[in-house]
RNA sequence: GUGAGCGUAGCUCAGUUGGUUAGAGUCCCGGAUUGUGAUUCCGGUUGUCGUGGGUUCGAGUCCCAUCGCUCACCCCA
């Protein structure tokens, strides 16, 4: 035991069990995209360390001391994605799907990043990405959140509030930003430790202070909303009737900032207060310099990413139900002797179309028979010696009183398409 | 990177002020039924008590270190 391997930390195993919620996140996932017109787009785990450093921003948490970065053998700086959306554009640009072109897509894969793990957040997790490129109107970003919130109705979830905010051009955010530092210094004996620590790394973060001493400093700052430019404000507004136009509910969140640094104008996020710590199940907003700034022509954008995680830690919690894929038909032989037979009565109910577990390894029939139940298969198929000469299988119900019939071979399908396909 | 809690069988856990050979349930296997599950009864297998050191006549239990897990801070999906 103690020489066994072990998971690298915060990079979990998903078992058999549960690969059910899985499953059935990306079913609903996959028609609800294609529903939309989004086409699914795939691109390496691995990318040059430069592209998110460029494009996430050097100076953020996640370039400074989260991303898995090492030298491959020819000495090239490397990095494992630590998410989707600088990947997406970089294929993008590279084979010209960009180009004065509009393009609506979606990925799904494991992102990295090296965090402490804790509830809700790994080292390897698994993120769905829809990134809308090259339509600049407000209307699209409301296509987008229109988008998540089908996805939440079409997985019956509830309880998720969208925080909705405008983070104006970048001009606009640098000159606030110096506003906003301006005004915590000539406060700056009211600040505690945590924000003295934000105040030039993040200002905006400091407006998120928990600390009720911190309220009075706080509520008196300068607000981005009053500083936004005219055109980001009438994004803003446009895009507010248009989620209002179409009964989706918001709440505005001057506040509300993202952790990356190439968003522009809108950002949201869909949170819940069932998930410990981590509240934030689906984020995203508008980003229409990164195009630009990593060497394509420039192009407005717009996307979001969901956290598969915690979206399944949500669904559990809710208790929805998840299909395991249980065979239908469980195949027991009563003598070694029959065992051929059997495999090959299991492959004509395969031809069939059933999903069929054939007993292999020989144990007792009891103990098949225990197999079989666990199987979770409505009927168990008995062959036996007897059975093979009389050209007939035993079928008996599993899910019932244990009602048993003999079947001659040749009249096997029809008997079990009548019990089978009955509900 | 910082802090707290927890590590005993595959899983869930009990284990008294330190005292014999470390237990239960579950799971798995076999039997009661020479060919019949789920219920019942009987029997059986499963352990580096996370690891290393210390105290002691004696350590699962006390002390120290270390590793792992979990949760929280920070930050984020």
């Not at 050097?58 to 001391?65: A, G």
């Not at 790394?201 to 407006?207: D, E, G, H, S, Y």
Request: proline share 4%; with cysteine; aromatic share 8%.
């Amino acid at each position: 035991m103690s020489k066994a391997i072990q998971a690298v930390r915060g990079m979990n195993d998903v078992l058999p069990d549960s690969i059910g919620h899985w499953q059935h996140v990306e079913r609903i996932a996959r028609d609800l995209l294609h529903a939309y017109g989004y086409r699914e787009i795939r691109f390496p785990l691995l990318e040059k360390t430069e592209l998110y450093a460029r494009s996430i921003g050097e100076l953020t948490d996640i370039v400074e001391k989260e991303m898995y970065t090492f030298e491959d053998r020819n000495g090239d700086s490397l990095t494992l994605r630590p998410e989707g959306t600088a990947g997406c554009v970089r294929a993008g640009i590279e084979h010209g799907l960009l180009h004065n072109q509009q393009q609506r897509l979606w990925y799904l894969g494991p992102m990295f990043r090296h965090e402490r793990p804790q509830k809700g957040r790994y080292r390897q997790f698994h993120q769905f990405g829809v990134e809308a490129l090259g339509i600049p109107g407000p209307d699209v970003d409301a296509e987008l959140v229109l988008l998540s919130a089908r996805w939440w109705r079409a997985l019956n979830l509830d309880g998720l509030t969208l925080e909705i905010n405008s983070l104006g051009t970048p001009s606009v955010r640098a000159a606030y930003r110096e506003n906003l530092v301006a005004y915590f210094e000539s406060r700056r004996g009211e600040l505690d430790e945590d924000s003295l620590r934000r105040l030039h790394r993040n200002p905006m973060r400091v407006l998120d202070s928990k600390n009720p001493a911190m309220q009075d400093v706080v509520s008196g700052a300068p607000s981005l909303a009053d500083a936004l430019d005219n055109e980001s404000r009438a994004h803003f507004d446009q895009l507010l009737e248009l989620l209002a136009g179409a009964n989706v509910s918001f709440v505005v969140n001057p506040r509300l900032v993202r952790g990356l640094d190439y968003y522009t104008r809108t950002v949201f996020e869909w949170t819940t207060d069932r998930l410990g710590a981590q509240s934030t199940v689906c984020a995203g907003g508008r980003y229409d310099g990164l195009v630009e700034q990593l060497g394509g022509r420039p192009t407005p954008a717009a996307g979001f990413a969901i956290g598969l995680e915690r979206l399944i830690e949500l669904l559990a919690i809710q208790g929805a139900a998840s299909q395991p894929h249980q065979p239908e038909l469980f195949v027991a032989v009563a003598q070694p002797t029959a065992q051929a037979a059997a495999l090959q009565l299991a492959e004509r109910m395969r031809d069939a179309g059933w999903r069929v577990t054939c007993h292999c390894g020989g144990s007792s029939l009891k103990s098949q028979l225990k197999q079989a139940d666990r199987s979770g298969a409505r009927l168990a198929l008995l062959l036996g010696e007897d059975e093979l000469a009389r050209g007939q299988v035993q079928v008996k119900d599993l899910r019932g009183a244990g009602e048993q019939w003999s079947v001659a071979a040749g009249e096997l399908d029809g008997f079990l398409r009548e019990r089978l396909e009955q509900r």
